[in-house]
């Protein structure tokens, strides 16, 4: 059998980081040829030497502020077809509302920003002032830049639905007025998009339970979104969650059954999340589905489980070869969380740990997401976020973590 094979595994320092961690890290990476940059919760950093040395961005003023300033999500992509870099940021409600910024590089490199941002508002007259967005997601195909996020009512704090909007890439390139295309879906949240896609997204969703509802959304003009309801094995979605570590230090504490990881190759495409232990699986695990997208029949569900620790946070991507390659978190037993990468080899998951925290965090959480994407243009390799927790408890001691690996002999 295949192994993985890190070809790079890198520390950001607190240098690197602006000393802006977060607890709830929430990294993502993009890379093309010696450019990398990678963002979290609340730092934004570049290399231009394949990730040996690094620069600070600082998310709350390399761009010009808007709304009550920057917030904290944030998502870095690269589209590979066209050399574009997007950086998604996500900004803190003022008058009870946001805005999230899209910021678009031309150059081939993750600089000199063009951006537009956008209201809850623009999507419906009913939130202008009222609503705000949060958990964003971005994916792109040929044509389309496709980014999605919830909305949530101000005061009272609610959800309220789910937003998913698309631009033209040929529009944002001229650097003019963006119309999006756009649906409101109020029945769902967290709409997870998937890696890979190039003339068709699919995304999904689920209610915490079976059916996982899978959404189609073509990337011609005059395409419109579809939906099947597909229903997998049976799973726990029922939170609390728990996995304690050693000392009886939890890390799942935050952490719910959203589909944190999709991708999309050929007519297949594939959802990941984190379902709750059960009778049969005695701790926290990630549930697998892949479906056909022709007949939207199963084509299998490839779990990742085991009986002695917990599995958690999953980000997914195909490589070239349709490879689906993974970036995830393991924990609970007898080790704290440990990032790790690896890649699914005829049904059979091939892993391989990046780095092992020294403790579990003070508050019992993690998460919310990492990222999973192909390297431009040795698109056999992977691109994956991480991060452990370093000496410390608190914010202060997260390292984040740049791993770039492929299939190995």
Same mark, same amino acid.
């Given at each position: ?131 705000w967005f949060d958990y964003p997601d971005v994916a792109a195909t040929n044509n389309h830049l496709y980014i999605t996020y ?72 005059a395409d419109v979104m579809t939906w099947n309801d597909i229903t997998p094995a049976t799973w726990n979605g029922a939170t ?29 495409? /594939? ?7 059960? !009778?049969?699986? =005695?701790?926290?695990? &990630?549930?697998? @589905?892949?479906?056909? +997208? ?30 689906? /390659? ?7 037993? !007898?080790?704290? =969380?440990?990032?790790? &990468?690896?890649? @699914?080899?005829?049904? +059979? ?61």
């Amino acid at each position: 059998m295949s192994s993985v094979n890190l070809v790079s595994n890198v520390a950001l320092s607190d240098t690197d980081s602006g000393t802006q961690t977060s607890t709830r890290c929430e990294p993502t990476v993009a890379a093309a040829f010696d450019e990398v940059y990678t963002t979290g919760n609340w730092f934004a950093s570049r290399s231009s030497d394949v990730g040996q040395t690094w620069a600070f961005v600082d998310p709350f003023t390399s761009l010009t502020p808007a709304a009550g300033g920057f917030c904290c999500d944030q998502v870095a992509l690269h589209q590979m077809g066209r050399n574009l870099w997007f950086w998604t940021l996500q900004y803190v409600a003022s008058g009870g509302t946001n805005v999230f910024r899209v910021a678009l590089s031309t150059n081939g490199k993750p600089e000199s920003w063009t951006y537009w941002d956008w209201a809850p508002g623009t999507f419906k007259a009913d939130w202008n002032g009222t609503a705000w967005f949060d958990y964003p997601d971005v994916a792109a195909t040929n044509n389309h830049l496709y980014i999605t996020y919830n909305v949530f009512n101000s005061n009272p704090q609610s959800f309220l639905a789910s937003v998913v909007m698309r631009f033209k890439l040929d529009d944002m390139i001229a650097k003019g007025n963006l119309v999006p295309q756009y649906y409101i879906v109020e029945d769902h949240g967290s709409l997870r998009l998937t890696q890979g896609a190039t003339t068709d997204m699919y995304f999904a969703s689920h209610n915490a339970q079976n059916p996982i509802r899978v959404y189609h959304w073509g990337d011609g003009d005059a395409d419109v979104m579809t939906w099947n309801d597909i229903t997998p094995a049976t799973w726990n979605g029922a939170t609390p969650y728990t996995s304690l570590g050693p000392g009886n230090a939890e890390w799942l504490g935050r952490v719910d059954p959203r589909i944190t990881g999709a991708w999309t190759t050929g007519n297949q495409a /594939g959802f990941f999340w984190t379902a709750n232990s059960d !009778a049969n699986r =005695p701790q926290p695990y &990630v549930k697998a @589905l892949v479906v056909n +997208t022709t007949d939207w029949s199963i084509v299998s569900e490839p779990d990742i489980w085991h009986t002695d620790f917990a599995w958690a946070y999953p980000a997914a991507c195909p490589n070239a070869n349709g490879v689906v /390659g993974i970036s995830l978190f393991r924990g609970g037993g !007898a080790t704290h =969380p440990v990032h790790t &990468v690896g890649f @699914l080899d005829s049904g +059979t998951w091939v892993m391989a740990s990046t780095a092992a925290s020294t403790d579990g965090p003070a508050n019992g959480f993690w998460g919310d997401y990492v990222s999973c994407q192909v390297h431009d243009p040795e698109q056999t390799d992977w691109v994956a976020s991480g991060y452990t927790l370093q000496g410390g408890t608190d914010r202060q001691a997260i390292e984040p973590r740049y791993v770039r690996f492929n299939v190995g002999p």
